[in-house]
């Protein structure tokens, strides 16, 4: 689908939907508890000094994570929402005490744009979705059955529990986290075998798993839903050339639970699967930062570290170092705002990272 | 005519060129390799009953016939380098595998004589893995040996290996499997792809089905993918690969040899005579191969024989890679050199051990020269086995040399991949043939780096991948 947007409106846009939010998110009516006791001590006033997303990251330090780690989830409730029951959404493979964010309606708005974006038979409407990958305490279980709800389907779901997943691998029992993948998957393959399943979610190697067992196409599949982990070109090639065998529907994601869900441009032959992912501008914003010096963008083109700024009414996160790096891409017709292309886990040329494990 | 070079993934036979790549620059020419992603290696394998089955087609004895063919192919044959038309010589071979991995080009030389011949040998490299169990074995599955039939079955589909960068010559490992009808699945070492996908295209040329081979350069994990995907596999490294596969019975893991020379009583007086073959088992192929010696034990007279291999060690000098002379490897990656250096310093400073070839080498044992990094020889004077420099061994001519009791050797060496013991004692050549500590046990003044066709290497071939049934009853006649 292409924007609407010119670059410039969208720009315009942004910054006036960031004075919007610093306004909710700093007023004491409506504002959090965590939000407004960090403007007391900040030596600064947001409600002045930010005047347009530029501001935030010549004012905002980087958000440390911990902070949902460390502080309780209803001190980051905005006032304006007071009494209302919320969800407590954990980020994906934390071990130790998970980081936690409250939620209310800001994944049904994410996944309904999500929805719009592909046409009636990307995924087709009417028809059953399968989730197969970390359901428990993530915002992506409901999300997801809330896509399928609002393109008129239901949802099954197999859980994959990445958190034991690392632990294993963490002890060496490799032979074991095979063992439990196949177990993910046999039930996968149950579900898709007895129900009328169409439209899919999954991880990127649950995907490959499940279609060494399988032939997807035959097994009925229209459209595939795919994020969680590093795609090179190559490994994209390979997931639509051979594991959907050219003929299913593709749409990989970059997203968490801070971000939402940032949407891939459709690929181009001159991509050559080189995927980029645009933010949900301008509830989340994306930008690809020198990793030395974090205020500055890198060129057109060039790896830096992935910045993501948070500014929806129910939750404010400014300049959150991710664990990625990406190459900055301009806007295209799809997206009128940069993207980050070819995500992969931040320095992975120089340490040694556990990933591709759900 | 492009300037890159391409070498492909091979999908069982079918070419495949990946979007992840890695590139070196070689001859003038950036060499450009396919990187195989996990996911393909694992659907790849899914279809391993069609490559045995043109293996199957094929009777072992015409087998045979193509291995001694292609030989002669990889050892002065033009042979395609990649997936375009232009053809690599065996000059073109040892250049390109030099920039590489830093072996000189005479080592390079020697390495492809030692898998020449463990290709023209074949006949008796299968009778010693055999024992000489006619090859119409692998065409019927049976064979008549004194009034008996035997039967012997494949254990696998395949053989899966993980291929070192450090010594060209371990492919001879693997090649007996294709006349034994087992389809091979490699993951080439990140700095030799060249060479199995050399001795892949010779058999191929030779008359070997194309179908038969697999060759992955992947990643670590695509590596574990090939590892648990095959029925049977091998892997090499270090102690710290032996320790991650060590459960796996179906994975024979080739870690660090720690070969010695174990020079006994009978033979210790006269350690001038045996000079030379001590030295070769430390310095012959650069010093990086698992089968050179990496310790001396003698019962007396270590000062003495420590003080003239330092002198002659020493005298190994980097020369530049071209040079006919060179035995001593460049190190690609200095930071490892460098590593090593460091590491050995360390443990220096642990009491109990001297660098006597520092006394007579001309500097530092780390060197800058010829344009490449070099470890110059070391050999360190231990006062027991339980220094950390005693039992270890590193990528470069590097040995400890000890006074040990001839009684107290054998218990005391640990496991070692080949001890060469100079001796005539009866009861100590028995004590070492019972020994289980030892895969390959040389008796007499013999080099560690000797090998001899009929015998198994680094553990049977044929008793990995097939296994013996009872076979009782009538059996059909032919």
Same mark, same amino acid.
């Given at each position: ?10 720009? !315009? ?27 007391? !001590? ?43 029951? $919320? ?114 979610f999954t991880t990127p190697r649950l995907l490959e798993n499940l279609a060494e067992r399988m032939s997807l196409v035959k097994a009925g599949i229209k459209g595939v839903f795919a994020g969680g982990t590093t795609m090179t070109p190559q490994y994209v090639r390979f997931v639509v050339e051979e594991v959907l ?31 980029? $992912?645009?933010? @949900? ?9 020198? @990793? ?7 060129? $057109? ?56 494990? $759900? | ?32 390799? #396919?990187?195989?992603? *996990? ?49 690599? *010589?065996?000059? +073109? ?75 060209? =010559?371990?492919?001879s490992l693997w090649l007996p499997a294709l006349v034994m009808k087992i389809p091979v699945v490699l993951k080439p070492g990140r700095e030799d792809a060249l060479t199995p996908f050399r001795i892949i295209q010779a058999m191929i040329a030779a008359g070997f089905p194309k179908s038969a081979f697999g060759f ?7 590596? +574990? ?30 870690? #660090?040899? /720690? ?21 070769? #088992? ?5 010093? /990086? ?49 460098? =590593? ?59 040995? *400890? ?6 009684? +107290? ?17 009866? +009861? ?30 680094? =553990? ?16 059909? *006649?032919?």
């Open positions: 689908m292409s924007t609407t947007h010119t670059v410039s409106s969208a720009q !315009t846009a942004l910054d006036a939907w960031t004075r919007e939010m610093i306004a909710w998110h700093f007023s004491p009516d409506t504002g959090s508890d965590y939000w407004l006791k960090w403007a007391e !001590t900040a030596g600064w006033n947001p409600l002045k000094e930010i005047t347009c997303f530029a501001d935030i990251a010549k004012k905002f330090d980087h958000f440390d994570d911990d902070v949902l780690r460390d502080e309780q989830p209803e001190r980051f409730v905005p006032r304006a929402f007071a009494g209302r029951p $919320y969800n407590i959404f954990e980020t994906g493979g934390t071990t130790g005490m998970p980081k936690q964010r409250v939620g209310w309606e800001d994944y049904k708005v994410d996944y309904e744009e999500f929805s719009d974006h592909y046409g009636p038979d990307f995924f087709p409407k009417g028809t059953n979705w399968l989730m197969v990958g970390p359901t428990g305490p993530r915002r992506l279980r409901l999300a997801i059955e809330h896509l399928a709800n609002h393109r008129g389907g239901s949802c099954y779901f197999v859980d994959l529990d990445p958190r034991w997943v690392k632990r294993l691998i963490g002890m060496g029992e490799m032979a074991m986290a095979r063992k439990y993948q196949e177990h993910v998957i046999d039930q996968a393959a149950a579900i898709i075998r007895h129900r009328n399943i169409q439209c899919m065998e050219g003929q299913i529907n593709f749409a990989p994601t970059y997203g968490n639970t801070l971000m939402g869900l940032a949407i891939s441009r459709k690929l181009q032959p001159a991509d050559n699967y080189s995927i980029t $992912y645009y933010a @949900p501008q301008p509830r989340a914003a994306l930008r690809v930062v020198n @990793p030395d010096r974090p205020s500055e963008l890198v060129a $057109y083109g060039e790896y830096g570290r992935v910045e993501l700024t948070t500014m929806t009414k129910e939750f404010f996160v400014p300049r959150f170092l991710e664990r990625d790096e990406a190459i900055r891409r301009p806007p295209c017709d799809e997206f009128a705002w940069d993207g980050v292309g070819d995500v992969r886990p931040f320095q992975s040329l120089t340490k040694t990272i556990i990933e591709g494990v $759900y | 005519m492009s300037d890159t070079i391409h070498i492909p993934v091979l999908r069982m036979g079918q070419t495949y060129r990946s979007l992840d790549t890695i590139k070196f620059a070689v001859a003038g020419h950036s060499l450009e390799i #396919s990187v195989a992603n *996990s996911g393909l290696i694992r659907r790849d394998l899914q279809h391993l009953a069609r490559a045995g089955a043109s293996l199957r087609a094929i009777p072992c004895n015409t087998l045979v016939g193509y291995c001694e063919k292609a030989a002669e192919l990889y050892l002065h044959g033009n042979l395609p380098w990649g997936d375009g038309d232009r053809l690599q *010589s065996p000059a +073109d071979y040892v250049a390109a595998l030099s920039q590489l991995t830093g072996l000189p080009h005479s080592l390079g030389r020697a390495n492809m004589g030692k898998v020449h011949a463990a290709m023209s040998n074949i006949r008796a490299v299968i009778a010693g893995l055999t024992r000489g169990m006619p090859l119409e074995l692998f065409d019927r599955g049976v064979v008549r040996q004194e009034g008996l039939d035997i039967n012997f079955f494949p254990q696998t589909e395949s053989l899966g290996v993980l291929l070192p960068s450090n010594s060209p =010559g371990v492919n992955y350069p992947t990643t670590h994990d695509g590596g +574990d993918t090939l590892l648990f995907g095959n029925g049977r596999a091998i892997a090499f490294g270090n102690d710290t690969t032996l320790k991650k596969y060590a459960p796996y019975r179906h994975i024979q893991v080739h870690g #660090s040899g /720690r070969s010695k020379v174990l020079v006994g009583d009978d033979s210790a007086d006269q350690w001038e005579k045996d000079l030379d073959v001590i030295v070769h #088992s430390i310095s012959a192929n650069g010093g /990086r191969s698992c089968i050179n010696c990496s310790s001396v034990l003698i019962s007396r007279h270590r000062d003495a024989l420590a003080d003239a291999l330092a002198r002659r060690l020493a005298a190994i000098e980097p020369l530049p890679r071209e040079h006919p002379d060179a035995t001593l490897c460049g190190f690609a990656n200095t930071a490892i050199a460098k =590593g090593i250096d460091e590491r050995i310093d360390e443990l220096l400073k642990v009491p109990g051990a001297t660098d006597l070839a520092a006394r007579y080498r001309q500097g530092p044992r780390l060197v800058e020269m010829h344009g490449q990094t070099f470890l110059r020889p070391t050999l360190i004077v231990c006062d027991d086995l339980q220094h950390p420099l005693a039992n270890t061994e590193f990528m470069f001519p590097f040995a *400890s040399i000890l006074q040990v009791p001839q009684a +107290d050797m054998i218990e005391q060496i640990g496991e070692s991949l080949v001890v060469s013991a100079f001796t005539r004692d009866r +009861d100590w050549s028995a004590a070492l043939m019972t020994s289980t500590n030892i895969e390959r046990l040389n008796l007499g003044p013999y080099s560690t780096m000797r090998v001899q066709w009929e015998q198994p290497h680094e =553990g049977n071939l044929f008793e990995f991948l097939y296994r013996r049934r009872a076979l009782q009853g009538d059996l059909p *006649s032919a």
